[in-house]
């Protein structure tokens, strides 16, 4: 056991003497796209030690792997990385998923949650939800096998070089992905850490529509890369203004009141998978969805988008899905799908009838929610459901 003990101090010793320099031995550089968390590994890897001991040598003081650090890197870990490894600074944080700020959203949350980031749910350095996906093929080709940082998003559900969909779990034990703890780090990045599964002898996934998919993907990843889409029927818009209305579109699909109605009909407009409505985490987004079930709700999204808006309008007005609907939880939605929704969608002088107003109530009743003339008037997509009417709401009651 002492023994044990002095050849570990030992080692520490020489990790910190290897990299007390201004510049480090090896100075290996991150691959396209790759993610901050797997090039750490890389890193630790080429000097022969764990990750752990790698990072508490560099950043004695800093808890590394008690968070997700791809999410929440600081500029003293960023910086150090860009100076020790001889690397631009620009070019190590766009192994962050922060890089992202100012194409996918506005404002970079740290403390929440952001639209289309899948999380990883980070306890005692583990993971305990399904946030990083992988292309078993591409692990497989790669010479350094590497987990890439578009994996990470929500909408990304296919390999644009494989066409196959992607996974986001070990096929042998359904374990979520945790490479930073894999036992068996100094073969390969690519051993699941719970059962030792090889992740590149993972059988790919085949899907109905894939090569409809990847056109669709290449095409929003393109424009969140360069910051800007073209809305058919409208102009070039900014990827800010174009992603919040993408997740509102598959929300709808997933979560959204009318899921049922809408989920019905587009299982017999498009041939794609049906949607389980299994979420992983407490809450219940888009984001939190195994992969299978996201395939098919950007999918769905996908599909109401082409021959914008003519296509989405008539879907909306046959199918009974309101203003509100679509514009429910949107602060300040951009002015090109307001618009849309303003012009053709929105009915404020529509007059339900009683009928309606009493299944309503039962709706309400039944997911228990408030019963208030508010409510109500939100389910028309109306300001006052009650308006010019003689009727109050004492009169609905229904048993």
């Known amino acids: 056991m002492d023994s044990t003990i002095r050849s570990r101090q030992t080692d520490v010793r020489e990790i910190q003497m290897a990299l007390s320099g201004r510049l480090w031995p090896i100075h290996l550089k991150p691959k396209d796209d790759e993610l901050l968390s797997s090039w750490l590994v890389r890193l630790a890897r080429i000097y022969g030690v764990k990750t752990h001991s790698f990072c508490s040598t ?10 997700d650090i791809d999410r929440l890197a600081d500029i003293e870990v960023l910086s150090t990385l860009a100076e020790k490894t001889a690397t631009p600074y620009e070019r190590v944080y766009e192994t962050t998923l ?16 952001n639209a289309w980031l899948m999380p990883l749910g980070v306890y005692h350095r583990e993971h305990r939800l399904w946030g990083l996906q992988y292309c078993s093929c ?3 080709e790669d010479e350094d096998p590497y987990f890439r940082r578009m994996w990470r998003l ?13 996974r986001d779990k070990c096929p042998e034990c359904n374990s979520p992905l945790n490479y930073y703890r894999n036992q068996y780090w100094f073969d390969s990045i690519t051993y699941c850490c719970k059962c030792g599964y090889d992740l590149r002898r993972a059988i790919p996934l085949k899907a109905k529509g894939i090569r409809q998919q990847v056109k669709h993907q290449k095409y929003f990843m393109a424009a969140l890369k360069r910051g800007w889409i073209n809305i058919s029927g409208f102009g070039t818009v900014h990827s800010l203004l174009f992603f919040p209305v993408y997740h509102q579109f598959a929300r709808l699909m997933a979560t959204g009141k009318r899921k049922e109605v809408i989920q019905a009909t587009m299982n017999q407009l498009i041939s794609f998978p049906r949607i ?10 888009v984001d939190n969805m195994f992969v299978e079930d996201r395939y098919s709700c950007i999918a769905r999204a996908n599909w109401l988008l082409e021959k914008w808006p003519n296509r989405f309008v008539r879907f909306c007005d046959e199918n009974g899905i309101l203003s509100s609907d679509l514009l429910r939880d949107m602060k300040n939605a951009p002015w090109w799908y307001f618009k849309t929704v303003y012009d053709y969608l929105y009915r404020p002088d529509y007059s339900p009838s009683d009928e309606e107003i009493n299944q309503a109530i039962i709706y309400l009743k039944t997911n228990k929610e408030s019963i208030n003339k508010t409510s109500i008037s939100k389910l028309f997509g ?18």
Do not use: D, Q
Request: net charge positive; hydrophobic share 40%.
């Open 276 to 285: 389980s409505g299994h979420f992983w985490g407490r809450l219940k987004y």
């Open 98 to 113: 922060r890089s992202f700020e100012g194409r996918l959203w506005e404002t970079y949350n740290t403390i929440g949650n």
């Open 138 to 140: 591409c692990l497989a």
């Open 58 to 67: 560099i950043w004695p003081r800093k808890n590394i792997w008690n968070r």
């Open 382 to 399: 109306v300001r006052n459901v009650f308006r010019k009417r003689k009727k109050k709401l004492g009169n609905y009651l229904v048993e």
């Open 154 to 166: 929500a909408f990304v559900t296919v390999c644009e070089v494989h066409y196959f969909m992607l």
